[in-house]
């Protein structure tokens, strides 16, 4: 008896060891309801972040585990829930999602998906790199010391970008920061630039695309995840752009990354969020939206040993020009290395680019620059802003020279200092060029 047993468990051992080699049977869920763009998914598991594919009628439709209940998944398609019955068959995705880089992105246009929108065949892509990143040991990080060239005076000359840097333009809308984000994307001193439209109007995207990147469309590469778009499709947009310029970054390349805008990312992350049943907190955007932001911000910057750079700028919009009472616009500002506002008033007094010398700050300026670069920026600030604090007193007339040397001086020097700023949509300028317009406008007629 007991010989008949070995034999028969020597032959289950044999039967399970050639089984070692056979895939393993995909297991299936199936779609029990739907509640607005969340589709509850029972039958199969999976982790947060997971992708699946829901079979339709014609082709799988992709889709990523939001969250889950007691008796099954949280599901959101990238495509949105039209088209998909109930009772839908699942399945989770194995091979995850990590999009295809290559040097075959230069020149191209791609939608939150990676499907092309120029019109031209996918690109020949082999390589492939998370969509949410790799993250970088924070004690290998290159330190940032090199000035970054952004080819707009009022920035190099006053609020000096540095390599790596991660910097916020706040604006509120119709005050020109597409334009200034196409000056930069063309004239930045940047290897690649991957630029993230999320969340904006179609129109926009081809007359920046057309418009404003000009010569310099042939080293960058654009995802476009348009307003109709759905969140997760947005959300996704964004990551593969941060993805994409992680993958040059590690090829040693000196990468500027744009993404318009990070609140329209905040407002996407905030619709998933509410849909997977997260309390809302501050005006409705539920916490994990603010560690989102946080963390999409963190990809960006130096790498480690041998890699390159991401210098990243994120639009913030800023509601009614409210730069204090947004939650988003805090949130950036606590986490981002500087911040570039743009002023209505400026706009309306012809002053392009609109940059708000006073409220813009570069947290690393201090250590990229020179002493004399150091004294002629304090100087230009101090004089900037003693003008605008008493500008309605100057337009009222009731200022007379002579009270206030420092009024004198700025009232005196205005017309140069202006002139540091003003700087035309098609007109490129040098580090050493705007500091050489800095010290000029800080030296002459000072007799």
């Known amino acids: 008896m007991s010989l008949n047993m070995a034999n028969v468990q020597a032959q289950a051992r044999a039967r399970l060891d050639g089984l070692g080699g ?40 992709p889709a990523e585990v939001v969250g889950f209940e007691a008796d099954g998944l949280l599901v959101m398609a990238e495509q949105g829930t039209r088209g998909i019955a109930r009772g839908a068959r699942v399945h989770v995705d194995a091979t995850g999602t990590a999009p295809l880089v290559g040097e075959a992105l230069l020149g191209r246009v791609l939608d939150g998906h990676g499907a092309p929108l120029d019109g031209l065949a996918p690109p020949a892509l082999t390589a492939s790199w998370p ?33 790596g840097m991660r910097i916020g333009l706040f604006a509120g809308s119709g005050v020109g920061k597409t334009t200034l984000l196409g000056m930069m994307a ?51 947009g964004a990551y593969r752009a941060a993805a994409m310029a992680e993958y040059f970054r590690a090829q040693g390349q000196n990468v ?51 890699q390159g750079s991401i210098t990243a700028i994120y639009t913030v919009l800023v509601e009614g020009d409210d730069h204090v009472g947004d939650p988003i616009a805090d949130t950036a500002r606590a986490v981002l290395d500087g911040h570039i506002v743009l002023s209505r008033k400026l706009v309306e007094s012809a002053m392009y680019p609109p940059i708000d010398i006073s409220a813009s700050l570069s947290r690393v300026m201090p250590g990229l620059i020179g002493e004399e670069h150091k004294a002629l920026a304090a100087r230009y600030r101090a004089l900037w802003a003693r003008r605008a604090e008493k500008q309605d007193i100057i337009d009222l007339g009731a200022y007379a020279p002579g009270r206030d040397k420092l009024l004198d001086e700025a009232l005196k020097r205005a017309p140069a200092m202006e002139d540091v700023i003003r700087q035309g949509v098609t007109e490129a300028a040098t580090y050493p060029q705007s500091l050489a317009a800095l010290r000029t406008a800080l030296m002459e007629a000072s007799s």
């Not at 990143?133 to 940032?144: C, D, K, L, Y």
């Not at 916490?287 to 911000?297: E, M, N, Q, T």
């Open 22 to 61: 056979v895939a393993q049977a995909r297991r299936y869920g199936r779609i029990v309801r739907a509640n607005g763009e969340i589709l509850h998914v029972s039958g199969v598991r999976a982790p947060v972040g997971a992708r699946c594919l829901i079979e339709g009628e014609s082709a799988s439709l």
């Open 186 to 236: 063309r004239n930045a001193k940047a290897d690649v630039v991957v630029v993230a439209m999320i969340g904006e109007r179609g129109r926009e995207i081809r007359e920046f695309i057309e418009d404003h990147l000009g010569a310099a469309r042939s080293r960058c590469v654009v995802v476009a995840s348009p307003a109709d778009d759905t969140a997760l499709g947005r959300v996704h």
């Open 131 to 163: 969509l949410r990143g790799r993250p970088v040991n924070p004690m290998h990080r290159a330190r940032i010391e090199e000035v970054f060239e952004s080819g707009v005076r009022a920035i190099d000359a006053l609020n000096t970008m540095g390599r």
């Open 256 to 306: 500027l990354l744009v993404v318009d805008s990070l609140t329209r990312l905040a407002m996407a992350l905030r619709e998933i969020g509410l849909a997977a049943g997260e309390p809302p907190a501050v005006k409705g955007y539920p916490p994990s939206a603010f560690g989102a932001l946080s963390a999409y911000v963190e990809r960006a910057g130096n790498g480690g040993p041998g």
